[in-house]
């Protein structure tokens, strides 16, 4: 089974891109983060002709998460318990979605950006990671050796090898010791970041659009894949589909994100629709 996770920063400006993507890389279930579209306007269409289920929580044109499988789609659902909320009054925001996917259990996962540490926003996302960990550590528990991923995007760079130039960032959101440390809880708690020890430090899955970033490679790898140990054991291969992030063409639907696919290989069978027929 191949699976994906992927900030598309804004699904409808990049449809065409993203479902030709998802064919032609052989990719089974795939996890979305920044789709920017209320659930209304879902493009449920486009992938169900492309022979994928989805399953999508959106609330309005920001955020938004989505899981999209050609290996089925069970048990979804939208937020964890204790999520808390932003703004005022306090309102939950489209930020997480899980379901079940070829027998693999699957969180998208939009991590608040913290936008500066004196910003609201910055204690908001500590404490939407702390209630995500309390939340995931009962998911484990109560389904004991199934595998468990929480992947997508958390806003934040592991390590100082995860950033192009650490001093660019002194002071500034996603390095931050309690950043870290709340990300650290997870590999804590029995998780595995298992993609990097498959393509080594300084692999990217972020580059902003301002000032030839990629190009220059001035990247960060803030797009993890978090797995419980019936997940890691499973893991034969990963990498960053850097590709994704360069121009193709000027047709609507087919500009790059700012993030690139991060893409995990797994023991797994993928139960195809029509295999063995």
Same mark, same amino acid.
């Given at each position: 089974?191949?699976?994906?996770?992927?900030?598309?920063?804004?699904?409808?400006?990049?449809?065409?891109?993203?479902?030709?993507?998802?064919?032609?890389?052989?990719?089974?279930?795939?996890?979305?983060?920044?789709?920017?579209?209320?659930?209304?306007?879902?493009?449920?269409?486009?992938?169900?002709?492309?022979?994928?289920?989805?399953?999508?929580?959106?609330?309005?044109?920001?955020?938004?998460?989505?899981?999209?499988?050609?290996?089925?789609?069970?048990?979804?659902?939208?937020?964890?318990?204790?999520?808390?909320?932003?703004?005022?009054?306090?309102?939950?925001?489209?930020?997480?979605?899980?379901?079940?996917?070829?027998?693999? /259990?699957?969180?998208?996962?939009?991590?608040?950006?913290?936008?500066?540490?004196?910003?609201?926003?910055?204690?908001?996302?500590?404490?939407?990671?702390?209630?995500?960990?309390?939340?995931?550590?009962?998911?484990?528990?109560?389904?004991?050796?199934?595998?468990?991923?929480?992947?997508?995007?958390?806003?934040?760079?592991?390590?100082?090898?995860?950033?192009?130039?650490?001093?660019?960032?002194?002071?500034?959101?996603?390095?931050?010791?309690?950043? /870290?440390?709340?990300? /650290?809880?997870?590999?804590?708690?029995?998780?595995?970041?298992?993609?990097?020890?498959?393509?080594?430090?300084?692999?990217?899955?972020?580059?902003?659009?301002?000032?030839?970033?990629?190009?220059?490679?001035?990247?960060? /790898?803030?797009?993890?894949?978090?797995?419980?140990?019936?997940?890691?054991?499973?893991?034969?291969?990963?990498?960053?589909?850097?590709?994704?992030?360069?121009?193709?063409?000027?047709?609507?639907?087919?500009?790059?994100?700012?993030?690139?696919?991060?893409?995990?290989?797994?023991?797994?069978?993928?139960?195809?629709?029509?295999?063995?027929?």
């Amino acid at each position: 089974m191949r699976l994906a996770t992927w900030n598309v920063n804004s699904l409808r400006s990049r449809l065409d891109r993203v479902v030709e993507w998802l064919q032609t890389s052989g990719t089974d279930v795939c996890a979305l983060q920044e789709t920017k579209v209320p659930d209304a306007k879902f493009p449920v269409m486009a992938f169900e002709a492309a022979g994928y289920e989805v399953a999508f929580h959106g609330l309005n044109q920001w955020n938004g998460v989505a899981v999209v499988s050609r290996v089925g789609i069970d048990d979804v659902q939208l937020g964890f318990d204790g999520c808390p909320g932003f703004g005022d009054p306090l309102a939950t925001e489209a930020r997480a979605i899980g379901a079940t996917c070829g027998g693999v /259990r699957l969180w998208s996962l939009y991590v608040p950006n913290g936008r500066t540490v004196d910003d609201p926003h910055y204690a908001y996302k500590l404490e939407w990671l702390a209630a995500l960990r309390r939340a995931a550590s009962t998911w484990d528990a109560e389904h004991p050796g199934r595998p468990l991923a929480l992947v997508g995007d958390w806003n934040i760079a592991p390590t100082d090898d995860d950033v192009w130039d650490p001093a660019v960032f002194v002071g500034s959101t996603h390095v931050t010791e309690p950043e /870290r440390a709340a990300l /650290r809880a997870f590999l804590d708690d029995g998780f595995t970041d298992v993609v990097l020890p498959r393509t080594g430090p300084g692999v990217f899955s972020y580059w902003d659009y301002q000032q030839l970033a990629f190009p220059k490679k001035r990247g960060m /790898r803030i797009d993890l894949v978090l797995g419980n140990d019936a997940f890691t054991e499973k893991v034969t291969g990963a990498f960053v589909d850097r590709e994704q992030r360069k121009p193709k063409g000027s047709s609507t639907g087919q500009g790059p994100s700012d993030h690139a696919p991060v893409v995990v290989d797994l023991d797994i069978a993928p139960d195809l629709p029509g295999a063995g027929a």
